[in-house]
């Protein structure tokens, strides 16, 4: 079946620690994409991908870091330097160009401990 | 900038009732996504309106976008008790960048 896969799906993160949360769709869609949701609130953008080896900042990207080095992967780093990074991570993808309805995988919740 | 503004943020109906929830948006698009998310669940598509004047039904959800007013709606129809969840509006600006608006949590009473 295709779709979009995150994993893992609960991630406890130390303070000081890097974590990487993991992306992989099977869609042939150009399009990722990565948002942040905290409770009660909408998605904010943090990072997208329109193609292979090329990604913009979104609306809150300082903090995370991406790559994407194949069309069906898009891992999100969050880094030391994102202060508060508990909340619910959700990865998304879409054909691309003007086909911009996104599909969206089971979300990561992280949280620090 | 693009801004997404969902009203009411909040809405508490009796089973059977009729209701409409509104998406205003700031710039120009004609591109316009309804979605549903069940409680710690993802997010699940439920509409995509790409034209002004787009009307998409659903059982008892219907989607209209009026692109000249930047207004899209979401009507329920005679509620029922799992039509509860949260339904999210999400616009596409230039450059395949989605915004969503806040959400707004919907709660059918029996």
């Known amino acids: 079946d295709g779709g979009i896969t995150q994993s893992p799906k609960y991630l406890f993160r130390k303070e000081g620690q890097n974590v990487t949360l993991s992306c992989e769709q099977n869609?042939?869609?150009?399009?990722m994409y990565w948002y942040r949701q905290d409770p009660g609130q909408g998605l904010r953008l943090i990072y997208y991908s329109q193609i292979v080896n090329d990604f913009q900042k979104g609306d809150i990207a300082e903090g995370y870091s991406v790559s994407r080095e194949k069309k069906e992967s898009f891992p999100l780093t969050v880094t030391s330097a994102q202060k508060n990074p508990t909340a619910f991570y959700l990865c998304a993808s879409s054909i691309g160009r003007i086909h911009t309805e996104a599909f969206f995988g089971q979300g990561t919740r992280l949280t620090v401990v | 900038e693009l801004k997404v503004e969902q009203n009411p943020l909040f809405l508490s109906m009796q089973e059977g009732k009729n209701y409409t929830i509104y998406c205003n948006y700031s710039t120009t698009s004609d591109r316009l996504y309804w979605y549903r998310q069940d409680p710690g669940k993802s997010l699940e598509s439920l509409f995509v309106?790409?034209?002004?004047?787009a009307v998409k039904q659903e059982g008892r959800l219907m989607a209209s976008l009026d692109t000249k007013a930047r207004l899209s709606t979401l009507h329920i129809t005679a509620a029922v008790h799992d039509l509860s969840a949260t339904y999210f509006c999400?616009?596409?600006?230039?450059?395949?960048?989605?915004?969503f608006g806040a959400g707004t949590i919907l709660r059918v009473k029996s």
């Open positions: 869609l042939n869609h150009d399009a």
């Open positions: 999400a616009v596409d600006m230039a450059g395949n960048k989605l915004v």
């Open positions: 309106l790409l034209s002004n004047g």
